[in-house]
């Protein structure tokens, strides 16, 4: 199987974040149980409303404190033969419970980098199975790579920014 170049998996990545940001602008659009109106979620930026739409509404001090909050959640990622697919590879600070799942023809795991230096990483897995592991990101640099045999030099490592 030929392996998409840059360009092609640059474009995949753009198209992944712009639904995620998508959903999430349509998540805060929906009703307050509380009869609250939604101009808070709509003039927050994009992150800011996707974070307020997962917390409880409990008025406009929850809006104030979600931006001061870490935002963390779960992040779903696969192993596609020597590639990984992730929503976004922009997060925001936190914690975060990463489940790996193993979509290709071999074995896998994913290990977080930050600095060099290996911050955790989830179990080797085969084909068909999942991993998880939990993790707290700081704003910096980060690199999810696989650490089988030469997977790694072999491309199946991406770069992830957290704000």
Do not use: K
């Amino acid at each position: 199987m030929t392996r998409p170049s840059g360009t092609t998996r640059t474009v995949r990545r753009i198209g992944v974040g712009l639904i995620a940001v998508t959903l999430g602008l349509l998540s805060a659009c929906g009703s307050d149980d509380d009869g609250s109106s939604d101009a808070a979620a709509s003039s927050s930026s994009p992150s800011e409303a996707s974070t307020s739409a997962s917390e409880p509404s409990a008025g406009s001090s929850t809006s104030s404190s979600a931006a001061e909050e870490p935002a963390g959640g779960t992040l779903d990622v696969s192993s596609v033969d020597f590639d990984y697919e992730l929503p976004s590879t922009d997060l925001t600070a936190g914690e975060y419970t990463i489940n790996l799942t193993n979509t290709g023809s071999a074995s896998h795991d994913l290990v977080v980098e930050r600095d060099g230096q290996d911050v955790d990483g989830t179990d080797v897995i085969g084909p068909g199975e999942s991993a998880s592991v939990t993790v707290m990101l700081e704003p910096g640099e980060y690199v999810f790579y696989c650490s089988v045999g030469n997977h790694r030099s072999m491309g199946m490592e991406v770069a992830v920014t957290v704000t």
